[in-house]
């Protein structure tokens, strides 16, 4: 092994010395050689050259010089690959204006010499920009034209590149799927050309996607297959990085023995190297599993020094997943106070990262859709050299006479402001002086008919939560009563434990949920609208019913899809949890729970389906009556939470949206809510 990394140390020493030799060798060339078009392919050849080995500001130099050369000359092919290169330089240094507006330049002289290669390679280097901007859309219309000249010329680097960033956008638009066959055509493409490095990114990447879109198998797969790659002593980063990454996918199948020993080898990997990052993500997993395990004392040491960690390196995303492991540490010890606290950093974090990382709608953007025609070959066919833009600055005429029209302009608009001054001020009095009443008593009518319904809200809140709390809690003590006098034996005391636990957790949700809602709505009631993602919030109730879901083998199936809703996300929240808790109630063995939502007429429709026992007609009509406290025993004698649909019904109108039900008995029930997607307009 030593004398293999020998050799490779060797290797790379000669391929520097002979790097170095080849630009020392041209730097002499360039000196001795006349100005003609020799001495630019040799400049070329030389900046080339210093930029593969990173001595940009060298390069830079000569791609000046060349530039002047090539224009003294009038080598447009010279002025183009100059141009070019001086556009990578400012695109290394994260000048993206400059190195747009070169790539731009070097673009119309590739035109002009009707150079397929140079277009397309200009087109995907702006593809590539554009895509780390943000500019999606732009991005990939710029690579995919540049795509069909690679496969023509088997420019696979370039082409491996150019797959790249059609990965890179259509996963920032959340187009999974294509983004996951871009990462393929990538992969097939770095192996022709046998880029090692390039197919553990690519591969890595797959991994990433599949876990994303929660197909944990094959995510084991890929990952499995990066590790194999990897290089102990010189891939110690991401090698840290890829063995939590795979035990916490072992994870999802509660693989326990598997999840363990990749995530402690990951653990003290990591630990070796001094990788805080991986460290952190490590004990965040390690965490998760010894709770699942309910080694509850060893998940706290974990979960306290991962949250140290986290502060001290300030990783949001890693410090929000672990207040939710804290909530659910705290939770299972039985500490709800404790639990209520992290919940609310939970909350606040999560809030404060959906404010910097600003939501990126889905853009779907194919070649063949495009509504302009973006084919190198069309654009290098309707190109004219002759054609240049109208510039304003290129012509004083215009420039004077725009000046001069301005200043009549505004003349006429202060003569005419003068003469309606007065008339306006006068007209303006007057109608606030024969409004002013009729304001007043609207004001007052609408504040007392809003302060009957908040208090009407209230009231029915208050009598739902003391009556179940009420409930909850009496049974907890009478079964605490009779253990404390000996009145029932062992076999009663476990016969009485899973009662116990389903009016304890009832107890928990409902403070839960009444915690969220009165955390910022209690003083007024008053909705705080703004706009979240839905399915962010189906995943986190629907993971509140887990274990609820397992108990009952109920099929819990995810059809949501990222959109955008505006409305009060606590409340929505509480809305949420209410129906799918309703659906798990009233679902048997074998049921399916289906969550769902999609675009109707510029509103956000959201359907919790079951297959449940159904709702009678007569049900039906009360289910939202604000006079009656409707409820009913679930198929496994389970009580509700205390936040009855009349609750649900006052949030959704009160963030300007409307509920409904469609049941029939036996066969399930449809709940539908529908919601705003934007702030409605003044």
């Known amino acids: 092994m030593k004398q293999l990394l020998t050799f490779a140390a060797c290797l790379f020493a000669f391929c520097i010395y002979s790097q170095n030799d080849r630009i020392d060798d041209l730097t002499v060339q360039l000196a001795y050689q006349e100005a003609d078009s020799t001495k630019i392919d040799l400049a070329l050849e030389l900046i080339n050259e210093l930029y593969a080995i990173g001595e940009f500001q060298k390069a830079q130099k000569y791609v000046n010089q060349t530039a002047k050369l090539s224009e003294k000359l009038n080598d447009t092919k010279g002025l183009a690959e100059s141009t070019y290169f001086r556009a990578l330089i400012y695109a290394q240094n994260n000048d993206y204006y400059n190195a747009i507006d070169n790539y731009e330049k070097s ?26 901007r943000g500019n999606y859309a732009l991005g990939l219309k710029n690579s995919l034209s540049a795509i069909d000249i690679f496969e023509k010329q088997g420019l696979y680097k370039e082409l491996s590149s150019a797959y790249d960033n059609l990965a890179e956008a259509y996963f920032m638009t959340n187009q999974i799927d294509k983004a996951i066959d871009f990462n393929f055509k990538a992969l097939d493409t770095r192996k022709r050309i046998s880029d090692r490095k390039g197919i553990v990114a690519s591969t890595t990447n797959i991994a990433d996607l599949y876990s994303l879109r929660k197909e944990h198998r094959k995510a084991i797969e890929y990952y499995e ?13 991401l090698r840290g990085e890829i063995l939590p990454k795979l035990g916490r996918e072992f994870l999802e199948f509660k693989e326990y023995d598997k999840a363990s020993e990749y995530l402690v080898q990951g653990l003290k990997y990591n630990r070796k190297q001094n990788n805080q990052d991986g460290i952190l993500r490590s004990l965040n997993a390690i965490g998760s599993l010894n709770l699942q395990q309910k080694k509850v004392r060893l998940a706290e040491i974990q979960l306290n020094e991962a949250y140290s960690i986290a502060q001290k390196i300030d990783d949001k995303d890693a410090l929000l997943e672990n207040y939710k492991l804290h909530i659910v540490l705290d939770s299972t010890r039985g500490y709800f106070q404790n639990a209520f606290f992290w919940q609310n950093k939970y909350y606040d974090l999560k809030e404060d990262l959906a404010k910097e990382k600003q939501p990126i709608f889905p853009t779907e953007v194919d070649p063949l859709d495009l509504n302009e025609s973006y084919t190198i070959e069309e654009q290098i066919e309707n190109f004219d050299p002759n054609q240049k833009k109208e510039n304003w600055r290129s012509n004083p005429l215009i420039f004077y ?7 009549i ?74 253990l404390k006098e000996d009145s029932i034996s062992k076999e009663e005391f476990r016969a009485l434990i899973p009662e116990l636990s389903e009016n304890a957790n009832n107890a928990s949700s409902l403070l839960f949920n009444l915690l969220n809602w009165s955390k910022s709505q209690m003083q007024n009631l008053e909705p705080n609208p703004e706009l979240f993602n839905i399915q962010d919030v189906f995943h986190t109730k629907m993971a509140l019913v887990e274990q609820k879901v397992e108990d009952k083998r109920i099929v819990l199936i995810d059809e949501s899809q990222r959109d955008f ?34 675009d109707v007429n510029g509103k956000a429709l959201i359907c919790i389906e079951d297959t449940g026992v159904g709702i009678s007609r007569e049900n039906i009509d009360k289910l939202f009556n604000a006079n009656k406290n409707f409820t009913t025993v679930g198929t496994k004698n389970e009580k509700g939470t205390g936040l009855g649909l009349t609750i649900a019904k006052d949030l959704v109108e009160l963030n300007e949206g409307r509920i409904w039900v469609e049941s029939t008995v036996n066969v399930g029930s449809k709940f539908f809510i529908e919601l705003p997607k934007s702030a409605p307009q003044a």
């Open 225 to 237: 297959d990066v590790l194999e790659m990897l290089n102990p002593e010189t891939d110690k980063e």
């Open 565 to 598: 809703v505006y409305a009060d996300r606590s409340m929505v929240e509480i809305v949420i949890q209410n129906l799918i808790t309703n659906a798990v109630k009233f679902s048997r063995t074998g049921d399916v729970i289906t969550v769902s939502n999609q």
């Open 409 to 482: 302009l505004l003349t006429l608009l202060l003569l005419n402001f003068l003469k309606t001054k007065r008339y306006r001020e006068t007209l303006k009095k007057q109608r606030e002086k024969l409004s002013q009443e009729l304001i007043r008593n609207e004001a007052i009518l609408e504040q007392t008919h809003h302060l009957e319904e908040v208090n009407q809200v209230k009231d029915k809140l208050f009598s739902i939560v003391s009556h179940d709390l009420k409930d909850s809690i009496s049974s907890i003590k009478a079964f605490l009563d009779l």
């Open 107 to 132: 673009r119309r002289y590739y035109l002009q010499v009707s150079d397929t290669l140079g277009v397309a390679k200009v087109s995907n280097s702006i593809g590539l920009i554009e895509i780390k």
């Open 401 to 407: 006479c725009a000046i001069a029209a301005c200043a």
